[in-house]
């Protein structure tokens, strides 16, 4: 999956999409907030006017959605589940005093760790910091009894080493150049493993496959251990790692194919023999039928699919996501699949690296009905896929924008004071106001339907060149696709933009965020590590100094706050151009030192000065940088033995939420 993260997470615009009634009691969007972070309620409009197999088949696809959740915490850090069930188990059973700050410090870890999946932060890869000491921890672990912990009593000294050590599992994903990327990172892909042996270990096998017109995702599905200096992969698959999870998840995606209807049926019949041999051919079988069916309603992702967890781009984090279309507001991105080869054709890209056929491109606006594994809590709100290069280039990409989220979003973010704050033109805060989450919208669609799916690598380049830098160059190349026509006239052309001022209150944001307000999601003297914060930087930063001579950006200080003013919006739109094609070619071409020079110079330092007037300007409004979601609840209704409809709930207890997940999916041992 191509994540476009949420932009408006930050500068969210509050625009009622016009789809749903307001009403002033409906219940809050907001179900709570701790540290950073907001966690909201999503509703699932047009669920209950489904026929009754779709139902039935979204319920079996959530159930298989949740079961995989204990794999990402293994994968995020070895020592993830121990910590979560030690800390659950002291949350439930604790009988001491639950007023004093030490107690209300370790519930907010224990939400954080929750939402992070993993005690590093989901965004900075941080190792939190605990508000509480290890005195009080262990003194509240010795009030409740041995039996309540079980398994979990032989693991505690680790447990607490883990947690409080400052020293060790810094951070879960370590990009900084010269390093050993995989030694100084905390997350369980490799163990034992340093950065020279996984690179030499995948290149003989890259080597043993060359010339193979559609080559392997080598590495996607497995850990890579080393034991008595012998390299080997334990595979994620049943009788393999996390094999006690998979089997769950089967369990349900065979309930799921019984309901299905073909091709649906098919493709997941491929996924269900995928997990059950970790043979990729059967993964890449099973993304052939998927990209292929563009006639079902009910769609759904399961599986190990994104890299950006590792820092050798290889080994992929398990995810979930079940949707159905919303086919009121498909229209949008129907017209850009549509008009797809013009848009690869009149790209500012080198024509030798535009695609002289774009196959299979297909794109939609979704209602997602439940997250599960790395879409969960936090969430993208578009999606591209599949991943694989040849499959992409043969059979094309399916794209969706999620429109339920992107409207809870919105509404979550109503009144907070954000625009008054940080843009200083009126006029600009006018078309934000009108445009804004048109222009998000639109952005996420030409991300991800054409930015992902554009473009095709030189002869002879496989595609995992860029190494550490890969993932934060493609997503520069699809968002500088999208910015790029979010201003062409050929929108207007269309009839999906009623004129240039859309593109302006996109380029207007996205200036504003790349350059200032997104460091509000950085810590005091951090620098820029997440990929997709790293592509908006770069962007910003490569355009404000390239336009500088005609001050096509400019920073303004009035009353001593800064502000980030776009002055000449159709240069702005010329730059853009320019820099897609260089990245295009670096992808292209497989050039790594270019790529690392564009993103150590561009998306990683940042200026103390400017972060600290964010953060400050931030935390007197009070707003969380980050937002993420409570999953409605499906109950099955059976009558005479036979299923008869499926009910939908929306709860607003994050942590009941958090704590029922713990006893109905946890299914993996405390050590894998």
């Known amino acids: 999956m191509r994540i476009f993260s949420v932009m408006c997470m930050i500068a969210a615009v509050a625009v009622s999409c016009g789809r749903r009634p307001e009403a002033e009691n409906e219940a809050p969007w907001i179900v709570d907030r701790f540290d950073d972070i907001k966690v909201i309620r999503y509703e699932v409009p047009g669920f209950e006017q489904l026929p009754l197999q779709e139902k039935e088949l979204i319920y079996y696809l959530s159930e298989a959605a949740k079961c995989g959740r204990d794999i990402l915490f293994d994968q995020n850090f070895k020592y993830n589940l121990p910590i979560r069930r030690t800390l659950e188990t002291i949350y439930e059973h604790y009988e001491g005093d639950r007023t004093v700050p030490e ?19 989901h965004y900075s890869n941080d190792k939190f910091v605990p508000e509480f000491t290890e005195e009080y921890f262990r003194t509240v672990a010795s009030t409740i009894p041995d039996e309540r912990f079980g398994e979990l009593n032989g693991l505690f000294e680790e447990v607490c080493t883990a947690i409080f050590d400052p020293t060790l599992y810094k951070t879960k994903l370590n ?23 996984a690179e030499r270990f995948y290149a003989d096998m890259a080597a043993a496959d060359a010339g193979n017109p559609e080559p392997v995702s080598y590495g996607l599905n497995s850990q890579l251990t080393k034991t008595d200096g012998r390299l080997q992969e334990r595979v994620w698959k049943i009788g393999g790692m996390y094999s006690q999870a998979i089997e769950k998840i089967v369990y349900w ?26 043979n990729l051919k059967e993964f890449d079988r099973y993304n052939i039928g998927w990209v292929k069916d563009t006639v079902s309603n009910v769609d759904f992702v399961n599986g190990f699919i994104e890299d950006y967890g590792d820092p050798m781009g290889r080994k992929a984090s398990w995810e979930a996501n079940v949707n159905f279309m919303d086919r009121e507001a498909c229209h949008r991105t129907e017209v850009i699949s549509e008009n797809a080869q013009w848009f690869e054709d009149h790209s500012p890209v080198a024509p030798e690296y535009r695609k002289k056929q774009v196959k299979g491109v297909s794109a939609k606006v979704i209602t997602v009905a439940m997250l599960g594994g790395d879409c969960y809590p936090a969430t993208p709100i578009g999606i591209n896929l599949p991943n694989a290069d040849w499959i992409r280039k043969e059979y094309g990409s399916k794209s969706v924008t999620i429109d339920n989220i992107t409207y809870a ?23 934000m106001e009108k445009y804004g989450k048109l222009a998000d919208d639109l952005h996420t669609d030409l991300h991800e339907c054409l930015g992902h799916g554009s473009g095709q690598l030189a002869p002879g380049v ?17 968002d500088l696709f999208g910015l790029y026509y979010l201003g062409d006239p050929k929108l207007e052309e269309l009839g999906l933009v009623p004129s240039f001022d859309v593109a302006k209150a996109g380029y207007a944001n996205y200036m504003m965020n790349g350059l200032m307000t997104q460091l509000a999601r950085i810590e005091p003297g951090k620098q820029v590590e997440e990929s997709h914060m790293r592509n908006r930087k770069l962007i910003a930063e490569w355009c404000y100094e390239h336009g500088a001579d005609d001050r096509v950006i400019e920073w303004v200080v009035q009353e001593g706050k800064r502000y980030v003013v776009v002055n000449d919006f159709e240069k702005l739109r010329a730059l853009f151009g320019e820099l897609l094609h260089e990245v295009q070619r670096i992808k292209s071409e497989g050039d790594y030192e270019a790529g ?18 964010v953060l400050e300007r931030y935390s007197a409004l009070g707003i969380e940088p980050y937002g993420g979601f409570v999953n409605p609840e499906y109950e099955l209704v059976e009558q005479d033995g036979r299923i008869v409809d499926v009910k939908i709930a929306y709860p607003a207890n994050y942590v009941g939420q958090m704590l029922g997940y713990a006893k109905e999916y946890s299914f993996l041992p405390n050590r894998n």
Do not use: C
């Not at 996924?271 to 059950?276: D, T």
């Not at 940042?606 to 972060?611: C, G, L, N, S, Y």
């Open 103 to 121: 107690w209300a410090a370790l519930e907010k870890y224990l939400k954080k760790m929750w939402f992070a999946n993993g005690i590093h932060h």
């Open 462 to 478: 496989k595609g995992g060149e860029l190494k550490s830098y890969g993932s934060t160059l493609e997503e520069a190349r699809a």
């Open 596 to 613: 690392k020079e564009l993103v150590e110079r561009y998306a990683v330092k940042v200026d103390p000065a400017v972060h600290k007037e």
């Open 409 to 431: 979003y919105d509404k979550a973010a109503h009144g907070n004071g954000f625009d008054e704050e940080f843009v200083l033109r009126a006029e600009d805060r006018a078309r």
């Open 253 to 278: 995606l065979k309930k799921a194919a019984a309901v299905a209807e073909e091709p649906q049926k098919t493709n997941i019949e491929a996924l269900i023999a995928y997990y059950e041999t970790g």
């Open 175 to 197: 990009q900084a150049a010269g390093d050993d990327l995989i030694a100084t990172s905390s997350n369980n892909y490799y163990a034992g493993v340093t950065q020279a042996d």
